[in-house]
């Protein structure tokens, strides 16, 4: 296997919105850990001082209004490096090491004996809590639901691993579950790293509605592939949050994550009110 050289430049995708209140903030900080080629970002129009900011960070920028599907396979179609990294501008990774230690795990294989093809980076603090508390949760009880954890927040990929892939236009969200089930397709998988940093979140209680509604769309795409996230998200939801509350010791997981499944489940069931929340 041949070693990633952690000093060769590359680039570093970003889709914004409305942005301001962190943009300058994640920008500054990958900065400070990665070789970067080209800041790459496809806008959605945004109406603040987003547009601003990503210029005083000589960042390449495009723009689109059609959905984040839309945007994430713009990015990646821009990407010119072998080695690029997908950051949405609400994640801030205050860790100043980590870049090289991400390069190690990439290529490797797991028990498999499928290479790495993406290294998720899960930021220590992910607001709003009684989330991140119900994910730990199961985490510690099924280290391998960490392991296969999948996001596109801030993740490390090998070009090689989406090659060829179509995000649907239609998807505004679920489009990290679509990617994912690409790269299983190549014949990679992907692995987890915890760092020091936050992502902020800050659309958590309406993100349940918005992902409900369009993993009812990816449903339509990709068939059965996505049954697995249906369950856990629509079906099967109340009871793990249920679970995780008691043995926490914590009501608020319940509560929250109550409404996070409610957001989901009448966005699964009525896609075509819901899929385009605002992100």
């Known amino acids: ?156 990929f090998l070009k090689d691993s989406v090659e060829g892939i179509r995000i649907p236009e239609e998807l505004g969200a679920a489009e990290d579950v679509y990617i994912w089930l690409h790269i299983r397709g190549r014949g990679y998988t992907t692995f987890t790293m915890k760092v020091r940093g936050i992502h902020h979140f800050a659309h958590g209680q309406k993100k349940g509605y918005w992902m409900g509604a369009n993993l009812r769309i990816l449903q339509k795409l990709v068939g059965k592939a996505a049954l697995p996230f249906v369950i856990r998200n629509v079906m099967a939801y109340p009871a793990l949050a249920l679970v995780a509350a008691f043995f926490t010791k914590d009501a608020n997981v319940l509560k929250y994550n109550l409404k996070r499944w409610y957001g989901y489940l009448r966005g699964y069931l009525f896609p075509q009110k819901f899929y385009k929340i605002s992100r």
């Open 1 to 156: 296997m041949t070693s990633i050289d952690p000093t060769k430049p590359i680039d570093v995708l970003v889709p914004t919105y409305n942005s301001a209140s962190y943009l300058d903030q994640a920008l500054t900080a990958i900065k400070r850990s990665v070789p970067i080629n080209r800041i790459i970002a496809v806008d959605r129009y945004s109406s603040d001082r987003t547009f601003e900011i990503l210029k005083n960070h000589e960042a390449e920028v495009y723009f689109e209004n059609k959905s984040l599907g839309y945007a994430r396979q713009l990015l990646i179609e821009k990407a010119g490096t072998d080695v690029f990294m997908m950051l949405d501008s609400d994640v801030l990774i205050s860790e100043a090491d980590w870049y090289p230690n991400a390069l190690k795990l990439l290529r490797n294989r797991n028990g498999e004996g499928r290479p790495v093809g993406a290294v998720v980076l899960l930021p220590m603090s992910r607001p709003p809590i009684p989330l991140q508390k119900y994910t730990e949760f199961w985490w510690r009880l099924i280290p391998a639901l960490e392991r296969n954890f999948f996001l596109t927040n801030s993740t490390l």
